[in-house]
């Protein structure tokens, strides 16, 4: 029987989280620190919640990437991995985007997977975004085959408009299918699980990063139909901390929209998304 929130298994576990320092990644790394889980937390900023570790890197900058990865090899064995970090293109640009949002993160993670326990948990933030991951399925096989981060970041240049576009739908989708594809050859080797979940517009920094691009009247027209209102940093982490929970043992290479039913309403017509168009500030 599962004894209270002990019974999730991050007692005394040694847990990475990126991202830790800001949104839902913040939310992430308090609450696990709350379930009794060493947390240490890798991020550009140096995080305000309580932490057993701090490691500065920037995901786009594939050295540090490495560096950190080395340094966290002293956790081995490490039980939990929180791929958190991202941002939006607008921010440093789409290129930065992808640079951060999938390739570093995919090499920070596959640089930790031998510091992984067997029977370790990585679960990871993509987003609704990616909810048209499949019609772009045969490009995004293309990028995944390449596993250094130099060719494929080259990959993307060689043709930007049409496999970088604006960066964050692309690497968003990426995640969702190396997410989908890594799961089995982890899961067959050592047990590993690896699962992502896909948010709704939620209330965080990235959010106000986002607004001089997005319009109020988008954020407002967004329906909410679980909440009834934007999702909270708090909304989005404990599904991400539950699916990443050992008591989810049957369920890896899974994409959890955690979007108040966005996806699943435009999929099945419950929702009309024309009120996308025009999101964008002019």
């Known amino acids: 029987m599962v004894q209270g929130l002990d019974g999730l298994g991050y007692r005394g576990k040694t847990v990475v989280v990126t991202g830790g320092a800001s949104g839902m990644g913040e939310a992430v790394a308090r609450i696990l620190g709350e379930l009794g889980a060493l947390v240490h937390i890798v991020d550009i900023q140096a995080p305000k919640v309580p932490h057993a570790g701090f490691h500065a890197c920037d995901l786009s900058d594939f050295a540090q990437v490495r560096a950190t990865a080395e340094a966290l090899k002293a956790l081995a064995p490490i039980d939990f991995l929180f791929p958190c970090a991202g941002l939006p293109p607008h921010v440093k640009g789409a290129l930065y985007c992808m640079r951060v949002n999938y390739i570093g993160t995919r090499l920070l993670v596959e640089q930790l997977v031998p510091s992984l326990a067997d029977g370790a948990g990585i679960a990871l933030i993509s987003s ?84 001089d691009v997005l319009s109020q009247e988008f954020l407002d027209s967004w329906p909410y139909p679980s909440l009834g209102r934007i999702a909270t940093a708090e909304d989005q982490a404990w599904p991400l901390i539950l699916l990443n929970s050992p008591l989810n043992g049957a369920v890896t290479g899974s994409f959890l929209y955690t979007d108040q039913g966005f996806a699943s309403g435009v999929m099945t017509g419950a929702i009309d998304p024309s009120f996308m168009m025009g999101s964008q500030k002019k």
């Open 128 to 211: 609704d975004a990616a909810m048209g991951w499949q019609k772009n399925l045969a490009q995004s096989l293309e990028m995944l085959a390449i596993s250094d981060p130099d060719e494929a970041l080259a990959w993307v240049e060689a043709d930007p408009a049409k496999r970088l576009r604006d960066g964050y739908t692309t690497s968003k989708e990426m995640l969702v299918v190396w997410v989908q594809n890594a799961a089995v050859a982890l899961g067959n080797s050592r047990r590993i699980r690896f699962n992502a979940i896909g948010p709704c517009p939620t209330k965080t920094a990235f959010m106000e990063q986002s607004a």
